[in-house]
Nanobody, 110 residues
Framework: QVQLVESGGGLVQPGGSLNLSCVAS????????MGWYRQAPGQQRELVAA???????NYADSVKGRFTISRDNAKNSVYLQMTSLKPEDTAVYLC????RGQGTQVTVSS
């Protein structure tokens, strides 16, 4: 079973910065795309930023230029650097990852 554990949240003043981390732990898995979502009270969950295993990134328009997503494949980790924070950034931030098994060999041969 793979677990995702987020850390780094807290209280910050407008204009401040926070760095979030998420690490995936478990065994016998590979990770594809990783991302950060957020959900504010009474609002739908929204994608904040995503990053593929190759490093291609995607951001919500509301955070472009302020947030930076990165990952460390060797550590099965994804990070979100948040700067110039605004009151509207207040939410629960959740990490997500495309988890894949390592696969099993199938060989068809006579």
């Amino acid at each position: 079973q793979v677990q995702l554990v987020e850390s780094g949240g807290g209280l910050v003043q407008p204009g401040g910065s926070l760095n979030l981390s998420c690490v995936a732990s478990g065994s016998n898995f590979n990770i594809g795309a990783m991302g950060w979502y957020r959900q504010a009270p009474g609002q739908q969950r929204e994608l904040v930023a995503a990053i593929t295993s190759a490093g291609t990134t995607n951001y919500a328009d509301s955070v472009k230029g302020r947030f930076t997503i990165s990952r460390d494949n060797a550590k099965n980790s994804v990070y979100l650097q948040m700067t110039s924070l605004k009151p509207e950034d207040t939410a629960v931030y959740l990490c997500n990852a495309a988890i894949r098994g390592q696969g099993t060999q199938v060989t068809v041969s006579s």
